[in-house]
Structures are given as structure tokens and as C-alpha cells.
């Protein structure tokens, strides 16, 4: 019995599909965050630095454009 047990797993782990890259799937889930010249206005610090940090992830990983 343990021996059937373990052949089935074996066969069900056999049959896992591949993950994409974390990169590629970041990038296929993501888009630039472009805000408007009175929101950015409004912004503080922390949230702008946000914002930059997380649009130059994309031009490294996904190549976005400024």
C-alpha cells in the first residue's frame, strides 16, 4: 500500500504545470502608472518616491518607456 501511495504521488508531481518567470509574470500584470500633473501636485514624498520606484522596476524588468 505505502508503495502505491507514493508511485501515485510520483505521477500526480509528474504532472504540475511550469511557472513563468516571476519577472514575466509581473510584467504581464502590471502597466506604467502615469498621474496627471494636479495629482502629482497633491502627492507627498513617500508616494511619489512610490511611484518612481515602481515605474523604474517596469523600465528595467518590461523595458516601459519614461
Not at 17 to 41: E, G, L, Y
Request: glycine share 10%.
Amino acid at each position: 500500500m505505502p508503495k502505491c501511495l507514493l508511485f501515485g504521488g510520483l505521477l500526480l508531481a509528474g504532472c504540475a504545470t511550469p511557472v513563468s518567470p516571476a519577472r514575466q509574470v509581473w510584467c504581464d500584470h502590471n502597466q506604467p502608472r502615469r498621474a496627471s500633473a494636479a495629482v502629482v501636485a497633491a502627492m507627498t514624498r513617500p508616494e511619489l518616491d512610490e511611484i518612481n520606484a515602481y515605474n523604474g522596476k517596469g523600465a528595467r524588468w518590461c523595458g516601459w518607456k519614461p
